[in-house]
């Protein structure tokens, strides 16, 4: 019986070099950081930090969609250092002085901005705040905190927020006030004739990123026909 046991120990020391060697190239991995840190990005998931990339395109991105949306429809909010400040109320740790809409769902949000009468004014602020939190409820993102691992990402919310995300799409081109006149002005031609499609650009590369992660999640994407009794769904169900 002495003889299996000495064996085993042996292999076991013999591993040990072995062990170190990996964990060696493991902490080198990324350059310019710690061994430790190298350990931890080495055995991250590939959807995870996917995942992670994306979530800070949508900010970005939504971000630099706000910023515009205040540039064409300046009436919703003429102050300019008001808008920087409701921009950095969604998408920074900027307290927001607005109690309304601030703690509803998202879909109840994005209602309200395309709403014909609405408590809150500022349609830009609504849209905006809306789909951030869509964001936020689908990835289940709370206090800023990223989860940890790519299947705490419901596919059912993917797919709820792709179908809201696309809506906002589609009303953007279609919602128009007692006047007639579109409530968003977007891709509209400006005085010398030139149309900006920026706003188009921005909304499908988040509508492909939505659907990446749905496929990656195992789910396909839908294809979806909107009229003007469609309603918003709750992500969080």
């Given at each position: 019986?002495?003889?299996?046991?000495?064996?085993?120990?042996?292999?076991?020391?013999?591993?040990?070099?072995?062990?170190?060697?990996?964990?060696?190239?493991?902490?080198?991995?990324l350059s310019g950081s710690s061994a430790g840190d190298g350990v931890r990005e080495f055995f991250?998931?590939?959807?995870?930090?996917?995942i992670r990339h994306h979530m800070q395109q949508y900010r970005s991105s939504l971000r630099n969609f706000t910023t515009r949306l205040y540039a064409k429809n300046p009436k919703y909010e003429k102050d300019p250092a008001q808008q920087q400040k409701k921009i950095d109320s969604i998408y920074g740790s900027l307290p927001t002085g607005e109690q309304v809409?601030?703690?509803?769902?998202?879909?109840?949000?994005?209602?309200?901005?395309?709403?014909g009468e609405v408590a809150e004014p500022d349609r830009v602020y609504l849209l905006s705040l809306g789909l951030w939190k869509s964001i936020q409820e689908a990835y289940n993102i709370k206090n800023?905190?990223?989860?940890?691992?790519?299947?705490?990402?419901?596919?059912?919310?993917l797919q709820r927020l792709h179908y809201n995300v696309s809506q906002v799409n589609w009303r953007l081109k279609t919602y128009k006030d007692k006047n007639g006149k579109l409530l968003f002005i977007t891709n509209q031609a400006g005085e010398d004739g030139y149309i900006n499609m920026g706003y188009e650009v921005i909304m499908t590369q988040i509508l492909t990123r939505i659907e990446d992660d749905i496929i990656m999640r195992g789910g396909l994407p839908g294809q979806?026909?909107?009229?003007?009794s469609t309603l918003f769904i709750g992500i969080i169900i």
């Open positions: 019986m002495s003889r299996p046991v000495v064996w085993v120990l042996s292999k076991a020391v013999a591993l040990i070099p072995m062990v170190v060697v990996v964990l060696g190239f493991a902490g080198c991995g991250t998931p590939t959807d995870v930090s996917i809409y601030a703690f509803k769902p998202s879909h109840e949000i994005l209602t309200a901005a395309f709403q800023g905190d990223l989860f940890l691992s790519g299947l705490q990402v419901s596919l059912e919310r979806y026909m909107f009229k003007m």
